[in-house]
């Protein structure tokens, strides 16, 4: 398991258009993540993390090359295949949270499992385990709006967890958080990675998730600089 | 089974927007359905009172009587067969000697028609018991408001009326406005005099003789024509009023399109901005793994609850509005009588099956598709774009 090949890319290139030119986001990406990391892609602002997440969550597709999810290439699924693909295998967590706003937190944490079509015994039972896990059993009833930013985060971490996927990605989890709440969530993360084996992709620049990463990938410009195995950080096993 | 569910569940979540959407909605509904069976209760009120004052259940007409040449009144009168005689003795039918002639208030010349009525009649609801009631002297006369507005005259003014016998010679007299009805019907009302028919024919030298013959609504056997006195029934009678009515038909559907197109844009409104609104969600059920066409299904089902809501809203609060609108009446102004159709001072709204069905139907058809559109432009966005809240 632990060599699983979850995702490829192949000479990825992601070109945007501005104005009369083209702002090339990706340029010759080909990069694998294994099942179990816990990756982060790192770099500066327009460096091509949150565009690489995008196309690997299927979100997005590539100007050229290939990308591998699952076995699958997403350039030719259909969209309805691409939504299985995201309905079955990944979890999204997103900067702005994004959680529906007329749901409760236990409604948000609810709807990936309403697509996958599971049982509702066994969906109350997941969503209040995701809940535990995130520390919010005490807000189930609340909405999105009634939630601080920490929280909120949390709940974007559940529902993405809920379905148990084999790869979250999450995009600057930690972006509006303060350090306390930072460290709370990626402990988090931390644990879900070691106890149910998820893959954890991430796209930062902040230097608290920087620190719990056991692989950074250093984009600049859109090309891959540095792709390092980092030593784990003491108490990185501290939840 | 999962996209109504969590149409539900949007709609419910969505609290006050999903309420002000749906009352907005059941507005317009109302709007469209009460504007319509107003319209639709000036035809009926319109056809009714030509009836009641006019018309009767049909009317035996001298076979030179034609209504559109006013030339051929002069010689359209007759002596009356015996079998419409006998129902003008049982209380059947009412004769009216008509004949052309000219008044002159204040020294100008005004044109008229003089109509010759049995002042005993109850057939007609023309108030004809006042040239009864008058004294002697004059020739009492009774003319509606319209005319009264038009000549100049009140009750009890006197005025110099000119006609001609049926030997063409001209004589004249003085008649004395014995009364001034009120009516929402133009063609007893414009230009016409009415006088005790015994004297019309005694000014015409007309003994025993009739331009038509009105039949009671209530009488079921109709005598076979003689050959002078030919049938119109209320179809043909009411020719013109039907032609005119489906003239307006046209114009008030041109203003039921309008009505519907103006209420329906607050609803456009509401549920493009509600949708565009949230197309980061769309972005957000994208990315959580919602295929496209369910999410287009999702959306448009809410527009089409919403519709549901607002009919069963406008019901609530509509259908008593509705009711007592139809059972109490509309006052109207008094200058509504120029719009050229007979229109009562309380105009009595009336609400056909067609008009509620069509207009319910026609209401959940747009909002499903004011949904369905928007929806399924956001839904073919790339989900990033979609999630950026990009618009193309």
């Given at each position: 398991?632990e060599?699983?090949?979850?995702?490829?890319?192949e000479?990825?290139?992601?070109?945007?258009p501005m104005?009369?030119?083209?702002?090339?986001?990706l340029?010759?990406?080909?990069?694998t993540?294994?099942?179990r990391e816990?990756?982060g892609?790192?770099g500066?602002s327009?460096?091509?993390k949150t565009?690489?997440l995008?196309i690997?969550g299927?979100?997005d597709?590539?100007?050229?090359?290939l990308?591998?999810?699952?076995g699958?290439d997403?350039g030719?699924?259909s969209?309805?295949?691409?939504?299985?693909?995201r309905?079955?295998?990944?979890?999204?967590?997103?900067?702005?949270?994004?959680?529906?706003?007329v749901?409760?937190v236990y409604?948000?944490?609810e709807f990936?499992?309403?697509?996958?079509?599971m049982?509702p015994a066994?969906?109350?039972?997941?969503v209040?385990?995701a809940l535990e896990?995130?520390?919010l059993?005490?807000k189930?009833?609340s909405?999105?709006s009634?939630l601080?930013?920490g929280?909120?985060?949390r709940v974007?971490?559940a529902?993405a967890m809920v379905?148990?996927?084999?790869i979250?990605?999450?995009?600057?989890p930690?972006?509006?958080?303060?350090?306390?709440?930072?460290?709370?969530?990626?402990?988090m993360?931390?644990?879900l990675?070691?106890?149910?084996?998820?893959?954890?992709?991430f796209?930062?620049?902040?230097d608290?998730v920087?620190?719990?990463l056991?692989?950074?990938i250093t984009?600049?410009?859109?090309?891959?600089?540095?792709?390092?195995?980092m030593d784990?950080?003491?108490?990185?096993?501290?939840c | 089974?999962l996209?109504?569910?969590?149409?539900?569940?949007?709609?419910l979540?969505a609290g006050?927007?999903?309420w002000?959407?749906?009352?907005?909605?059941s507005?317009?509904?109302?709007?469209?359905?009460?504007?319509?069976?107003?319209?639709?209760?000036f035809n009926?009120?319109?056809?009714?009172?030509?009836?009641d004052m006019?018309?009767g259940g049909?009317?035996f007409?001298?076979?030179?009587y034609?209504?559109?040449?006013?030339?051929?009144?002069?010689?359209?009168?007759?002596k009356?067969p015996e079998?419409l005689t006998?129902l003008i003795r049982?209380g059947?039918a009412?004769?009216?000697?008509?004949?052309?002639?000219?008044?002159?208030?204040?020294?100008?010349?005004?044109s008229v028609?003089?109509?010759?009525i049995?002042p005993?009649q109850?057939l007609?609801?023309i108030p004809?018991a006042?040239?009864q009631?008058h004294?002697?002297?004059?020739?009492?006369a009774?003319?509606?408001?319209?005319?009264?507005?038009?000549?100049?005259l009140e009750?009890?003014?006197v005025?110099t009326?000119?006609?001609r016998?049926?030997?063409?010679t001209f004589?004249?007299?003085?008649?004395?406005?014995?009364?001034?009805?009120?009516?929402?019907v133009?063609?007893v009302?414009s230009n016409?005099i009415?006088?005790p028919l015994?004297t019309l024919?005694?000014?015409?030298?007309?003994p025993?003789q009739a331009t038509?013959?009105?039949l009671?609504?209530?009488?079921?056997?109709?005598?076979?024509?003689?050959?002078?006195?030919?049938?119109r029934?209320?179809d043909?009678?009411?020719?013109?009023?039907?032609?005119?009515?489906?003239?307006?038909?046209a114009?008030?559907?041109?203003?039921?399109?309008l009505l519907?197109?103006?209420s329906?844009?607050a609803?456009f409104?509401?549920?493009?901005?509600s949708i565009?609104?949230?197309?980061?969600e769309m972005g957000?059920?994208?990315a959580?793994?919602?295929?496209r066409?369910?999410?287009?299904?999702l959306?448009?089902?809410?527009g089409a609850?919403?519709?549901?809501?607002?009919l069963?809203?406008?019901a609530v609060?509509?259908v008593?509005?509705?009711?007592?609108?139809?059972?109490?009446?509309?006052a109207?102004?008094?200058?509504?009588?120029?719009?050229?159709?007979?229109?009562?001072?309380?105009?009595?709204p009336?609400?056909?099956?067609?008009l509620?069905?069509?207009?319910?139907?026609l209401i959940?058809i747009?909002?499903t598709?004011?949904?369905f559109l928007p929806?399924?432009?956001?839904?073919?966005l790339?989900p990033?774009?979609?999630?950026?809240g990009?618009?193309t």
């Amino acid at each position: 398991m632990e060599d699983q090949i979850l995702i490829a890319t192949e000479r990825l290139v992601k070109h945007y258009p501005m104005g009369k030119h083209l702002f090339t986001a990706l340029n010759d990406i080909t990069i694998t993540f294994k099942s179990r990391e816990f990756t982060g892609l790192v770099g500066p602002s327009g460096s091509g993390k949150t565009t690489l997440l995008n196309i690997i969550g299927a979100l997005d597709s590539p100007t050229r090359g290939l990308v591998r999810v699952m076995g699958q290439d997403t350039g030719t699924l259909s969209h309805k295949q691409a939504a299985r693909l995201r309905s079955i295998y990944l979890g999204f967590t997103f900067q702005t949270y994004n959680l529906l706003p007329v749901y409760t937190v236990y409604e948000n944490v609810e709807f990936p499992l309403l697509l996958l079509d599971m049982a509702p015994a066994q969906r109350k039972k997941a969503v209040l385990q995701a809940l535990e896990w995130v520390g919010l059993m005490d807000k189930q009833k609340s909405r999105p709006s009634q939630l601080s930013g920490g929280e909120s985060q949390r709940v974007s971490i559940a529902r993405a967890m809920v379905k148990a996927p084999k790869i979250v990605l999450a995009d600057e989890p930690t972006a509006n958080l303060d350090a306390a709440n930072s460290h709370n969530i990626l402990q988090m993360m931390i644990k879900l990675n070691e106890e149910l084996g998820t893959t954890f992709i991430f796209a930062s620049h902040d230097d608290k998730v920087i620190g719990y990463l056991k692989r950074k990938i250093t984009l600049t410009d859109g090309k891959v600089v540095e792709d390092a195995r980092m030593d784990l950080p003491e108490g990185r096993n501290t939840c | 089974m999962l996209i109504i569910k969590l149409a539900v569940r949007n709609i419910l979540g969505a609290g006050l927007r999903t309420w002000l959407n749906v009352f907005i909605l059941s507005l317009a509904f109302l709007t469209i359905v009460g504007v319509q069976g107003l319209l639709q209760g000036f035809n009926q009120q319109a056809m009714d009172a030509m009836i009641d004052m006019e018309l009767g259940g049909g009317q035996f007409w001298h076979r030179r009587y034609d209504r559109y040449d006013p030339l051929s009144i002069e010689n359209a009168h007759e002596k009356m067969p015996e079998s419409l005689t006998r129902l003008i003795r049982k209380g059947e039918a009412t004769a009216i000697l008509m004949t052309s002639g000219a008044i002159f208030p204040e020294g100008r010349i005004q044109s008229v028609v003089l109509k010759g009525i049995d002042p005993a009649q109850t057939l007609l609801d023309i108030p004809s018991a006042i040239l009864q009631t008058h004294g002697e002297g004059d020739i009492p006369a009774l003319i509606g408001s319209r005319m009264a507005k038009e000549a100049r005259l009140e009750k009890g003014e006197v005025v110099t009326l000119r006609w001609r016998d049926i030997f063409g010679t001209f004589d004249a007299t003085e008649i004395v406005v014995a009364g001034i009805m009120s009516t929402s019907v133009q063609s007893v009302d414009s230009n016409q005099i009415w006088i005790p028919l015994d004297t019309l024919r005694e000014m015409i030298q007309a003994p025993g003789q009739a331009t038509l013959v009105v039949l009671s609504k209530n009488l079921r056997n109709i005598p076979p024509d003689d050959g002078v006195f030919v049938f119109r029934d209320l179809d043909f009678l009411l020719k013109d009023l039907t032609a005119f009515i489906k003239t307006k038909s046209a114009g008030s559907s041109i203003l039921y399109v309008l009505l519907l197109f103006m209420s329906l844009l607050a609803v456009f409104d509401t549920q493009i901005l509600s949708i565009f609104r949230r197309r980061k969600e769309m972005g957000t059920l994208m990315a959580l793994g919602m295929p496209r066409t369910a999410i287009i299904g999702l959306f448009t089902l809410e527009g089409a609850l919403h519709g549901v809501l607002a009919l069963a809203m406008a019901a609530v609060y509509g259908v008593p509005l509705l009711a007592l609108a139809a059972v109490k009446g509309i006052a109207l102004p008094s200058m509504t009588e120029s719009i050229g159709l007979a229109i009562a001072d309380t105009v009595y709204p009336a609400y056909g099956a067609g008009l509620v069905l069509g207009t319910t139907f026609l209401i959940l058809i747009t909002v499903t598709i004011v949904s369905f559109l928007p929806t399924r432009r956001i839904s073919r966005l790339k989900p990033t774009d979609a999630l950026r809240g990009k618009f193309t």
